[in-house]
């Protein structure tokens, strides 16, 4: 089992811009794409962003503002976040996902839950303050 580490979450006034890393160690990356899910108070876990194998995919609610990038040397997942809106606060949690569960995010919203779903970081708060 490996181990994802995210960093980089703090607070920000609307408009502005924080890049959350995710640092992974023991992944197999072959058996896994690499996503970014953030959950609010009271609000279901949702699927951000969706790196497979140099193909991104996005929420259409951060879609043009978020973007996910991968650094294959440093085994390091990025979220770039620009124009911050207070709806984006959240806990943001990194996970590598089984290739079997790597599809829409809409499919991913739903399977999340599954014990076998991905390996999960512990997660940052992010907070957009208006």
């Known amino acids: 089992q490996g181990e994802l580490v995210e960093s980089g979450g703090g607070s920000v006034q609307s408009g502005g811009s924080l890049r959350l890393s995710c640092a992974a160690s023991?992944?197999?990356?072959?058996?896994?794409?690499m996503a970014w899910f953030r959950q609010a108070p009271g609000e279901e876990r949702e699927v951000v962003a969706v790196y497979n194998d140099g193909t991104t995919e996005y929420a259409e609610r951060v879609k043009g503002r978020f973007t996910i990038s991968q650094d294959n040397v440093k085994h390091t997942v990025y979220l770039q976040m620009n124009s911050l809106k207070p709806e984006d606060t959240a806990m943001y949690y990194c996970?590598?996902?089984?290739?079997?569960?790597?599809?829409?995010?809409?499919?991913?919203?739903?399977?999340?839950?599954?014990?076998?779903?991905?390996?999960w970081g512990q997660g940052t708060q992010v907070t957009v303050s208006s």
């Open positions: 023991g992944i197999e990356h072959s058996s896994y794409c």
């Open positions: 996970a590598a996902v089984q290739l079997a569960f790597c599809a829409t995010p809409a499919d991913m919203n739903y399977w999340w839950r599954r014990p076998d779903f991905a390996i």
